[in-house]
């Protein structure tokens, strides 16, 4: 049945721990009537515990003022009793409003802390809000754009093989290469504004030390560079193939940017033993990172300052979300991405993966070598044969 209107309603739901203390308080009341010249003990254990209580429960204002009074008329009453009796002087009242203010100076500063905490909530909540609506964005703005560039990039480069005046194909090259440009840019924004999402990876067993040939097959004839293999562990991690191909995709194109013809790229896995981390190594030596630049390298649209005038690959211009990407992928793997580098001298980068579940073989450790365009005899050498591109779709 529905409360009567304007019947009384007690301010706060009553706990099993309001009722002890409350217990407790007549208690100390029958005390200071009993024991009249010791009343300051029990006194005091009545203020103390409410004010441990109060600790327990920070009541809202209304409550506390009702308890405060309570408490105040109570322990007045008990020790003017006192006074009037002659057990105690008149002086001991005026302990009741000292504690009572007190406690209301403890009251202030709990209230002005939870102000603080809900603020800074509110403030949290705000912030992943935006967050969220960020990253929908940026995977929205990257898909709807993805379409239309393509269909511009394949008309821009139609039109490059219609072309025969030199100068218009210099300026349909400009436009098919901004247009790329833009496309692996929106492409990346899609991959690292996912790289939150529970189902961002697809995890499967994937052998690092092929893993890594493939990706120097596939990078090999893109630029004149001593590509390398170093040591390869035989080691089988769990990871998404196609994130990590993307990852290791953005290394190699760091390396081909800041590096120019005759420069070495070396590519390497090392498995440090069971249950440690394994780590893919892309080094060069290129132009490095100036010292200033290398703590903020994996920052988004951070593309780093050439060393010197001649550094890098003809002045290719990058996104900015390269290494981003990689340190996302990483992370979503459960791992990190590392950076050593000197100027003029070049760059390591390690993009650090989980151990594996399985033991590491270390029956297959390779020392660095050379690839050259005349590739080894599959016949001499059957296990190390680097196999066709087998993610032929996946932009560089």
Request: net charge neutral; proline share 5%.
């Amino acid at each position: 049945m529905a409360r009567a209107q304007g019947a009384f309603a007690w301010p706060w739901r009553v706990a099993w721990v309001d009722v002890v203390w409350a217990l407790f308080s007549v208690v100390n009341l029958a005390c200071i009537l009993i024991f009249s010249h010791w009343e300051t003990i029990p006194f005091h254990f009545i203020w103390i515990s409410l004010t441990l209580l109060y600790g327990f429960r920070v009541w809202a204002t209304r409550p506390t003022l009702w308890v405060l009074a309570v408490v105040m008329v109570t322990t007045f009453g008990a020790i003017g009793w006192d006074v009037y009796t002659g057990a105690q002087s008149v002086d001991e009242l005026n302990e009741v409003p000292l504690m009572a203010a007190m406690f209301w100076m403890m009251v202030w500063h709990a209230r002005r802390r939870l102000d603080s905490d809900r603020e800074r909530d509110l403030v949290s909540d705000e912030n992943a809000r935006l967050l969220a609506t960020q990253r929908r964005f940026l995977q929205d703005a990257s898909h709807q754009l993805r379409t239309p560039i393509t269909i511009a990039l394949g008309h821009a480069e139609l039109l490059a093989q219609e072309l025969t005046e030199r100068t218009e194909r210099r300026d349909i090259q400009i436009v098919v290469g901004e247009l790329t440009r833009l496309r692996r840019l929106g492409e990346r924004l899609l991959v690292i504004a996912a790289s939150e999402d529970p189902g961002f990876l697809r995890p499967e067993p994937v052998a690092l030390d092929r893993f890594t040939m493939d990706a120097i097959r596939r990078w090999r004839p893109t630029a004149e560079r001593q590509w390398r293999i170093g040591r390869l562990d035989m080691v089988t991690v769990s990871a998404d193939r196609e994130r990590l191909g993307l990852a290791v995709d953005a290394l190699l194109e760091n390396a081909v940017r800041h590096t120019t013809d005759g420069d070495t790229i070396e590519l390497s896995v090392l498995a440090a033993g069971p249950g440690q981390p394994v780590r893919m190594i892309v080094a060069d030596t290129g132009t490095g990172i100036l010292p200033t630049e290398q703590a903020h390298i994996f920052d988004r649209f951070r593309t780093g300052s050439p060393v010197s005038p001649a550094g890098g690959s003809g002045g290719a211009k990058g996104t900015g979300l390269g290494l981003a990407l990689v340190r996302a992928v990483a992370h979503a793997h459960g791992g990190d991405v590392q950076v050593r580098s000197t100027p003029g001298e070049g760059s390591s980068f390690e993009l650090v993966l989980p151990a594996p579940a399985t033991a590491v073989s270390t029956s297959s450790v390779h020392p660095a070598r050379a690839l050259s365009w005349a590739a080894s005899s599959p016949d001499a050498q059957p296990d190390r044969t680097l196999k066709d591109d087998v993610w032929p779709t996946r932009n560089r």
